[in-house]
């Protein structure tokens, strides 16, 4: 059982590494794709020569989310079973609506064309995305009742972080800020992901080390 919830920190840190470094490798083969202006889910739309390894890793990205979930309950349970709670529903909602969802539901190459898999990806995607941002906060809730200021601190600070990437992200493509610093899409959300991730992150490799 220890060695099942060891292998639950490795899930987790793939899903979070493998999230950016898979995007950016999948990116080199996909000439008309550009990392700073586009996001992420745009690797997987009909058009897209990756669409195949990018849904197949999308898919494969949220079951590891999933099968890290117990080291992570059992991590935190003992601090605030409440807290830990909500933890895990946020992180489980990310894994389905912002990863396994995009692998079925594709955006398309061009935001003006809608349908129905794009509008269930879009509804999937933001759900999964607004709750996982306070991850962070959550985690710095149960390190301060931990007393643990140090991680407590990280958390709040990568939190802060995270809700300022994800407001560019979200201004991004709005055609007031079009031809601007803020007109960079892939950029804030890759930035937004890093901070979202980086206290899961630590968290993985001090309990993985234990």
Known sequence: MEKLHSYGWIFLLTAMAGDLLVSWFLSLFYSEYNCLKMSISALGNPS?????????????????????????????????????TVLIAFIAVFAVGACIFTCFFSVNES??????????????????????????????????????????????????????????????????????????????????????YLPLAITSVIAFSK
């Open 48 to 84: 897209s020569p990756v669409r195949v390894p990018f849904n197949i890793w999308m898919l494969a990205e949220g079951i590891l989310f999933l099968l890290a979930l117990p080291a992570v309950d059992r991590y935190f349970r003992s601090i605030s079973g409440g807290i830990t």
């Open 111 to 196: 935001r003006d064309v809608v349908t129905v898999a794009s509008k269930i990806h879009g509804a999937g995607s933001v759900t999964g995305f607004m709750l996982f941002l306070f991850v962070p906060l959550l985690m710095a809730g149960l390190y301060f009742k931990d007393h643990n200021g140090t991680m407590g601190t990280v958390s709040i600070v990568c939190f802060v972080l995270a809700l300022v990437f994800f407001t560019l992200f979200v201004m991004s493509d709005k055609p007031h800020f079009k031809g601007t610093f803020v007109d960079n899409e892939g950029l804030w959300q890759r930035l937004n992901l890093l901070f979202m």
